[in-house]
T-cell receptor
């Protein structure tokens, strides 16, 4: 089956620093990737849609200058949390859509990255 | 706009019993998909089952089945013969094929299987 990886799986950083999270589709090409944030005991909230070769589309209320998304290739999207603060501590999950194989536009999820900002 | 409602924050079930997790949805798009995901404590999202809006029959995948009632806009997940490993968070989600094609998730249900 389609596999999506994320790196790192967990990261601790100091307030004010930036953190980059990578999302890779390992065995398929993903023209579209999605970034979600999940706070403890809550649901997944879509942050942005990342399209290869173009600017990401951010959901309402998500600061695009704080959460930089780059989708430079068909297998890699990155999320950079700039000037991180403790309130950015969360579980970040990416997904990739494989439009080539599935008629149902299924998204394949990465294992997630747990970010803790101290 | 799409919306998913899961009204059961938590469910407790005895091992080997069947369990139904409720999900209702709202969408104006006639073409949509309904998904169920399992999220164990490790955090990974595990795809369980899919139902398309035009599918005539209810979807089944092993011990999972989806009770799709289109007129009532409900897509309940049924897990037969529950196992201890089924303890996890379960999310219902919908995707409209005519619109922005974004998955919208419900609030989730925490299922606990008791031995």
């Amino acid at each position: 089956g389609a596999v999506v990886s994320q790196h790192p799986s967990w990261v601790i950083c100091k307030s004010g620093t930036s953190v980059k999270i990578e999302c890779r589709s390992l065995d398929f090409q993903a023209t579209t990737m999605f970034w979600y944030r999940q706070f403890p005991k809550q649901s997944l909230m879509l942050m942005a849609t990342s399209n290869e070769g173009s600017k990401a589309t951010y959901e309402q209320g998500v600061e695009k200058d704080k959460f930089l998304i780059n989708h430079a290739s068909l297998t890699l999207s990155t999320l950079t949390v700039t000037s991180a603060h403790p309130e950015d501590s969360s579980f970040y999950i990416c997904s990739a859509r494989d439009q080539g194989l599935s008629l149902r536009d299924e998204q394949y999820f990465g294992p997630g990255t747990r970010l803790t900002v101290t | 706009a799409q919306k998913i409602t899961q009204t059961q924050p938590g469910m407790f079930v005895q091992e080997k019993e069947a369990v139904t997790l409720d999900c209702t949805y709202d969408t104006s798009d006639p073409s949509y998909g309904l998904f169920w995901y399992k999220q164990p404590s490790s955090g990974e999202m595990i795809f369980l089952i899919y139902q398309g809006s035009y599918d005539q029959q209810n979807a089944t995948e092993g011990r999972y089945s989806l009770n799709f009632q289109k007129a009532r806009k409900s897509a309940n997940l049924v897990i037969s013969a529950s196992q201890l490993g089924d303890s996890a968070m379960y999310f219902c989600a919908t995707l409209s094929y005519g619109g922005a094609q974004k998955l919208v998730f419900g609030q989730g249900t925490r299922l606990t299987i008791n031995p």
